[in-house]
């Protein structure tokens, strides 16, 4: 794909492409966390799914100590959008309890950044509505802005390489790293560059 | 009557479309005696359920418990999820069209691991525009008609949405320029255009591939639920077959075996049934439901859109669906 006409969406073909080649990375270079899977949706003419990531462990990001309640679990499903032609991110979060925690709640303990980067783009904002594969409702990250600031982040960054086309491998980890801060999950940098070694 | 005329006359019977409601208060939530009867109200298709609250809220308010409102319907003990116009879970639910409706209201004890959450009209007013959003999208590839739409657009259009004020809605809704979907025929037909909750269709290649055919409602459909259709063309043998494959590798326990395989073989006779030349398509769908009524499948799917869709731009289709005994319907959501 030549990058000049590129819109920066992704086809649900090349989105199960990106997701593999995304749950390979991330298991390499994050072996600590825990894996991303790969959710088969039962569909007979085609591939269909979701990658899920959950019980996600993070600290609450204000505390420099971290006491048995301070501890946040997540859930994150990175959904394909065929509207939108992206990823999605469908995340829900609880304490350490089981209890789910409320939008007010979540974004009160983002870190700074993370708020800076829902307030600073008008394209990102939580919402919560229906999961599209589990019918209930989820928080999720809006995707109406993620082609246009996709096609910015490859055109800007010379480390992706796109003058050999569009990395179709490096999207989700391109991807993640951005809409990630926005939720306070925390990307290793390394996940976010080159092309395979 | 021209087309157009026809047109337009459906666009006006569909935005003057209700249904008759009969609704009850959950018993939990009647603390007087005698209990209070139900209401009835005529809900506009195009509505969304939580807007009736100023009708309800009256008939009902004297006999609640204290506590804070927050309105949910159920339909048979199914909680029914508020951003579906009413007119659409009307047809979903009530295949055999029950009048009036029966729904049990509740203003307390929010399902809220079920629904997402409803603070009153704001939010269906939201959900809406979210849903229009994504239709520009699809249509334009941005959705910046709907960011930029002034306030006063914007307050307008929920307006007339609210009160069904067809000629209003029309006015603002032209400013969006979300053009008509036209009539060609699209040989691999754009699945941006067709969305479906369970099932998606994709084309990686190019542009459409125009012919003098009229792209169908069935085209559309078949689209959007191939597994429905079984055609004698290559590709669709293809599909059946591996229909087949998926059936007869469906896990089951032991009781249901040979029930599964009945079913495959069952499939099979289909299949050599419809290799004679006079029979266009064996479908298992039991109905195909717009707006309360049943197309024709031949109608032009575009004359079905332009004049069937909901005001956030999106058309909704319900099917019915035959089940093999004792098996859940893939579609069934």
Known sequence: ?197 | MDVGAMGREAQKYVWEGAIPLQIHLHESEVTTLPHPSPALVLAPRMGYLPLLLPLLKPHFSSTLPPGVDTIWFEYKGLPLKWHIPTGVLFDLLCAEQERPWNLTVHFRGYPGNILTPCEGEDSVKWSFINSLKEAAYIVNGNCKNVMNMSQSDQVELWYSVLNGNMEAYQRVSSKLKLEKVGDQYVGKPNSNLLKSRTNTGETDTGGPVKTDKCFTLRDAVKALLPEFFVEKTLIDEEISRIELEEESRAPSDDESNTRNEEDVEEKQRENVECCCPSDDAVTKLKLVRIQGIEPKLEIPFSWVVNNLMNPEHFLHICVCVKVPQAKPSPHDT
């Open chain 1, 1 to 197: 794909m030549d990058i000049s006409s590129w819109d920066g969406t992704l086809s649900s073909s090349d989105f199960c492409l990106a997701a593999h080649a995304f749950t390979e990375k991330w298991k390499r270079i994050n072996p600590v966390l825990p894996p991303w899977s790969w959710v088969p949706q039962a569909k007979i003419t085609m591939v269909e799914g979701y990658l899920s990531l959950e019980n996600m462990c993070i600290l609450r990001s204000c505390e420099v100590q971290s006491y048995s309640h301070d501890v946040r679990y997540f859930d994150f499903h990175i959904v394909y959008s065929a509207s939108y032609r992206v990823p999605v991110l469908y995340f829900r979060t609880y304490s350490s309890d089981g209890q789910p925690l409320l939008l007010e709640d979540i974004e009160k303990e983002l870190p700074g950044k993370s708020t800076n980067v829902l307030m600073e783009s008008k394209w990102t904002f939580i919402t919560q509505e229906e999961h599209p594969y589990l019918n209930r409702p989820w928080y999720k990250l809006h995707p109406c802005g993620t082609s246009e600031w996709m096609k910015l982040l490859f055109l800007t960054d010379p480390s992706l390489g796109v003058s050999q086309g569009v990395p179709v491998e490096l999207y989700l980890s391109s991807w993640i790293s951005m809409v990630g801060q926005a939720v306070g999950l925390k990307v290793p940098l390394e996940m976010f560059n080159k092309r395979k070694e």
